[in-house]
């Protein structure tokens, strides 16, 4: 079951206005379907957007913000579920603990290594919760496209590849997210197991 999601994006809203439009469809999508969003705490960029469309639409919202950067002014000092941790080791690490699965938008270094790290612990057995990508106007692509060459060169096991859900409909991710049972596989064998 899930009631929380996880949303990592960019702290900038990017190039394309598809880019906002995208975040104010996924945070209505999860709002109509009563899944709180938890995000990193931010009122800039899309993590703005996205806690603003949300909290507009009646929907719950988590943010989850290192100190340095609430001294920063970065902190949505309007999220009523604000909460200020010590680091950014500890907000990822809440930022899991809270969340059934995980989104990421388009953003920067930040989206993708804290993506990255959910969908390794996946992989590894740590967690068994579902990891989209929501590739808007195709952002995603050259990422996917380098996720099938490790398959290809054996660096990731084809059954860990299809722990990734992509798509580039919110609505459609979501749903996929809402029925999607992660296997635990062994990495270093590649068995799924029941």
């Given amino acids: 079951m899930i009631k929380r999601v996880c949303v990592f994006c960019g702290s900038s809203p990017g190039a394309r206005p598809e880019y906002a439009d995208a975040a104010k469809a996924l945070a209505k999508c999860l709002v109509s379907k009563n899944i709180a969003i938890v995000y990193g705490g931010g009122h800039v960029g899309l993590m703005g957007i996205l806690s603003d469309a949300a909290r507009t639409a009646g929907g719950e919202v988590i943010g989850v913000i290192p100190h340095g950067l609430v001294a920063k002014e970065v902190a949505d000092m309007q999220v009523k579920d604000l909460r ?17 699965a995980f989104i990421a938008m388009p953003g920067g270094y930040g989206t993708f290594e804290e993506f990255c790290e959910i969908l390794t612990w996946t992989q590894l057995g740590l967690q068994r919760k579902p990891c989209g990508l929501l590739n808007v106007a195709g952002y995603y692509d050259p990422l996917l496209q380098m996720f099938d060459h490790a398959v290809a060169e054996e660096f990731i096991k084809p059954i860990h590849r299809q722990m990734l859900i992509a798509d580039t409909s919110p609505e459609t991710l979501v749903d996929r997210l809402l029925t999607h049972e992660v296997p635990f596989v062994d990495k270093r064998l590649g068995r799924a197991e029941t």
């Fill in 84 to 100: 200020i941790v010590d680091s950014m080791h500890e907000r990822k690490a809440l930022m899991a603990e809270l969340s059934d």
